[in-house]
Every structure is written in C-alpha cells, then in structure tokens.
C-alpha cells in the first residue's frame, strides 16, 4: 500500500463512490489505486466539467462530490466548479496532483502554491504531506465540507507522496461526521413566535440552507400548518420535495415576480442569503415597517448586511421544530386567506407570461421558451432530474418549471449565475442516479462551453437528454441591450448545428422545430442509452 491507495480506502471509507477527472500529470499514481480498490474513475475532456460534475452531486445529494485533476493551469482551470460551490455553499472536493513535495519551490514542472490559490475559496486547502496521515486529513477536509455552511475543499496531493510506501495500512476508521446544527435560544423562538403572531402577510424565504441543513420537509411541514407560503430565491438550490400549495416558486428573477415579497409584513429567511435577489432587504423590495426574521448556521452571512428584527444562530431544522411547538402553544391561527391571495397573485402573473411568449421575441421564427418549457413539463417524469443552464431560457425555466415543479427534482446553477456547467452536472447526475431520467436544458452560448464531454458521456454510459434553446445568441444580455442602447454590442453569436455536433461525439441529435416533433422527440430520448440533443431554433426574448 502507498499514499494513493490510502487516499482512495478514505474516500471509499466516507461512501464516496465514483470520482471525475481529466488525466495528467500527478494523477498516474491515483488511477492505479482507483483501479486497484475498484473506484469509478469518469474521465472528462475539460476540468471545468470534472469539477462540475463534482459540484453539481453535491448539490443534488448534499454528499461531497469528488474531482482529481492534474497540477499547473488544470488546477486554475477546475476551480471554476470550486467557485461555483463557494458561492452556493455545496460540498465537494477538488483532488490536485503535482509535483514532487522533496522538490517544491525549485522549480519542478508546474511548480506553484495551488493551495495558496484554492485556499480563498474553500473551507478547507493544505497538501497532503505524509502518506501517513492521508486518512486523517482526508477526514478533516471531508468533515468540514459538510459541517455547519457546507462548501468546497482542496487536497494538492505531491507525486512523492503517492507513492511513498507504507508498512501497514493506515486505519481509516475515524469517527463518523456528525453535523450537529446548532438549536435556537429560547427567548429567540419566544420572539419569532411572537413576530409571527402579530404579522398577517408572512413569507418564508426558503435558501440553499433549508436543503443543507436537511430541513426540506421542516419548511414544508411548518408552511402547511399555518398556511404560509413560501418562496426560494432564484438560483439557490431547492428543497421542497414534493407539490405543495403553499410553494409560489422563486422570487429575484430579472424577468420579474408577482407580488409577493415586497408586500409581506414578515419575511422569515431560513438559510437564505440577503442580497440583491430579495433586495438586500431594503425598501422598496420590502416594506419598510416589514419585521425580518434570519435564521443561518453562518454567524457571518446571518449578520450580513444587518436588516433583522431578530438574528438566530440555528439550523432551519431545530428552528422550525421549536417555532412550531411555541406557535401550536400560543394557538396561533393560520394565514388561509393571505396564503390564497399570494397563490391568485402567482397565478395571475403566470397568466400574464403565458399570455403573450413572443413579445420580446428577438427573432420571427422558431419555437418561444414557453413552447419548449411546456414541453418539458408535459413529457419529463415526475421523479426526473431537470437541470437549467442558460441565462435567456433559464428564466423561462424559473417563471414556468420552477414554479410547477417542485424545486426538490431541479437544479439550477447555484448563486453564481454561471453558464456552462450543464453537460458536466447532467454527468453528475446520471453517476449519482442512475435510475433516474436526466434532462438538461440549455442556451446555445451555455451549451458550447464543454459540448465535447458529450463523448465522455456516450463513452462511459451516461445518457440524459440535452434541448438547446438556440436564439443565436447570449439572449439575456441581448435583450439587455436592445433596452438599454437599441441595438446589439458583444452579445450575437453565430448559427450552430448542434445536432450534428452530437452526432459527431457518439451522441444522438436532431433538430426540432415544431412542439408536437419536440415532445415526440423528448419522450424517445428518455428511453435511449446515449445522450440525446435536440437542436431547437427559439426566437429568444425574456418572459414578458
């Protein structure tokens, strides 16, 4: 045994099942011990798509996704999906080999501090400099990846250590990871209870922490015993996990929202960040007599920008089951008839979007978002994995799917906003769940970031089905600036056949350009073994 084989019994020991990767230098060492112990090795054509399909898993799962990638540039290059989980607050695990540790700093090929590079966007970064100690700091990175505010960590693993010998093999039977969130004090449920009390127009603001911290059940138990509704800020990952009537989709989309905060008189942020998304929670995005209640385990992000009748330092689980029992103490009645008034504003705004799809349209032909969203919401399963990836059509996605579909079975691309991460986290998606149906939506300009890991999924059995929306354009900042200038600046692309790009990977495509063809096509997708792209020409435009 050496220091690789003893970083892959880690892995295996936390449950971890399959790693991403793309090959290179100090990884040789790694793959053999990944052969030797039997762990999945998916191998990728960009490290941008290893890391994505890492980060995405966590997302999806909650568990730490894991990549390997190779030192120098390829480190800078996979950090991208690291920043992605920095800003969403998703566990994962970035694996760097390099050079030998005897000779770092003198110069050996691809000689730099990747810890140092990592260290600003992750929980948790060092080398792993003794093969001895491999599981134990395996641990450690693992552990914090999921304790309190999950997000990512890195290991630089040097060739010399992999391979450095070891005499017996190092236990990895450490203790098992036990998040334990903390509870709220007492006068602080006394509060909120009394807060909640007083209000008659509350709104839960449902972030990324609900899903994290476990509570996605606890929010929509508490929500429907006293008919609250609930909202999740756009691109923060969802909860909910199955239909509820009390969830009214997302609030902070660019193309707009009913409304729903600006009118509560009490906003409860559970696990949600106070940004631009709910207005940094400033007037005129809400009230300005509105009470705020935030809940975070983060004693920095719940005291960011410091808008709050009351702070509590607690998961949303222990928070709500507490909240719950003192409100069920005091005899506290529902909000039925505010809670009907929010579901008749929600639908009144869907009418308004479905009403008139081409009105921003920025070309005369081809399907609208609606069209190819509807067909999505007709033909995916229920127990599909649906993934967006795309500025234009993903508000299209947010202001009809993610209002229809409970955000438990969709995945966006988290509070960083970024483009291109869709191939990679559909990847990750068929790894994490085999069995389940894997469609991923996409922009044009999105899809062309990592199009070529297509082969990689045709090659190692990773089917889902891809729908380009292709307006030839980045839409968003077209529409942006046909507002703002009246015409195009740097935001026109050029026609693309996507289908015959799939074929081209091994993959199977075609171009779609009726809806009745598009949800034909959908349906057949789902049952074929390989990807499948569909082309479809859009006209573009935001929801009106």
């Known amino acids: 045994m050496n220091g690789a084989d003893a970083l892959v019994a880690a892995l295996q020991a936390h449950g971890v099942t399959w790693i991403s990767t793309l090959c290179g230098h100090g990884l040789n060492e790694i793959f053999g011990a990944c052969g030797r112990a039997g762990l999945r090795v998916v191998d990728t054509r960009n490290e941008q798509t290893a890391a994505y399909a890492a980060e995405a898993w966590g997302r999806l799962s909650g568990g730490v996704g894991v990549c390997a990638v190779s030192s120098g540039v390829a480190h800078a290059n996979a950090l991208t999906g690291v920043v992605n989980a920095h800003f969403d607050g998703s566990p994962m ?150 239909a509820r009537p009390e969830y009214l989709g997302v609030v902070g989309a660019a193309s707009g929202g009913p409304a729903l905060l600006q009118d509560a008189d009490l906003v409860l942020m559970l696990g949600a960040a106070a940004d631009y998304r709910v207005g940094y929670l400033q007037s005129p995005a809400l009230r300005a007599d509105a009470a705020v209640i935030r809940v975070d385990v983060d004693p920095e992000r719940l005291h960011h920008m410091d808008r709050a009748d009351l702070s509590v330092l607690a998961g949303p689980a222990p928070f709500l089951e507490a909240l719950g029992d003192a409100c069920a103490a005091a005899g506290t009645p529902g909000f039925e008839e505010w809670l009907a008034e929010t579901r008749r504003r929600r639908d009144e705004f869907d009418s308004s979007v ?48 993610g209002s229809r579909r409970y955000p438990g079975t969709w995945l966006t691309c988290g509070a960083s906003g970024v483009v291109g991460y869709g191939v990679g986290a559909a990847m990750g998606a068929r790894l994490g769940f085999p069995r389940r149906p894997v469609v991923l939506l996409s922009g044009d300009g999105a899809a062309t970031f990592n199009l ?42 050029g026609p693309f056949d996507f289908a015959a790009a799939a074929e081209a990977c091994g993959a199977l495509g075609a171009r779609v350009e009726e809806t009745d063809h598009l949800r034909e096509a959908l349906r057949q997708g789902l049952r074929e073994s390989r990807p499948v792209v569909l082309h479809v020409p859009i006209r573009g435009g935001l929801p009106a």
Request: charged share 20%; glycine share 10%.
């Open 93 to 242: 695990l970035l694996v760097t080999g390099s050079g030998p540790l005897s000779t770092a700093g003198q110069g050996h090929f691809q000689d730099f501090d990747q810890v140092a590079m990592a260290r600003p966007v992750c929980k948790y970064a060092r080398a792993l400099d003794r093969a001895d100690r491999v599981p134990e700091i395996v641990h450690e990175a693992l552990a914090a990846a999921v304790s309190g505010r999950p997000g990512p960590v890195h290991l630089t693993f040097p060739m010399d250590v992999q391979t450095e010998a070891l005499s017996e093999a190092p236990s990895t039977a450490l203790a098992p990871v036990e998040d334990r969130l903390p509870s709220p004090a007492p006068e602080a449920v006394r509060r909120a209870a009394q807060l909640l009390a007083e209000s008659r127009r509350p709104l839960i603001v449902a972030g990324s922490g609900v899903f994290y911290g476990g509570a996605g059940r606890d929010v929509a138990d508490f929500a429907a015993a006293w008919a609250v509704p609930c909202v999740v800020p756009i691109w923060d990952r969802g909860s909910v996990a199955e």
């Open 354 to 401: 479905r009403a008139n799809p081409a009105a921003g349209a920025l070309r005369d032909s081809g399907l609208t978002g609606l069209e190819v969203c509807e067909a999505v919401a007709a033909e995916a399963p229920e127990e599909a994995v649906l993934i967006a990836d795309g500025g234009n059509i993903g508000q299209w996605f947010h202001q009809t799917l």
């Open 452 to 493: 070529t890991d297509l082969e990689c999924a045709a090659r190692q059995d990773l089917p889902f089905v891809m729908i380009v929306a292709d307006d030839e354009a980045w839409g968003i900042t077209l529409s942006g600036d046909l507002r703002a200038y009246g015409e195009p600046r740097s935001s026109g692309l």
